[in-house]
């Protein structure tokens, strides 16, 4: 299984257009499984499942690999 990004470029709902989101440190014990991102713009929330669906548009880190 591939390890998940640490970055992705999502649709950010305040910033309206696509932002680069990371992974915050998780408060809440989740650990590596924590579905919270940040934008890292303006600091926009959202969490996402185990399938992210449409509004993620690229996974920085698979493209780090290429």
Known sequence: MPAE???LLIECPACDGPR??????CTDGHGLDCPEWACTGCGTAVLLGPN???GVTHR????HAA
Do not use: H
Not at 20 to 25: D, M, R, W, Y
């Open 5 to 7: 990004p640490s970055e």
């Open 20 to 25: 680069l989101f990371e992974k915050p440190p």
């Open 52 to 54: 992210p669906g449409p």
């Open 60 to 63: 920085i880190a698979e493209r």
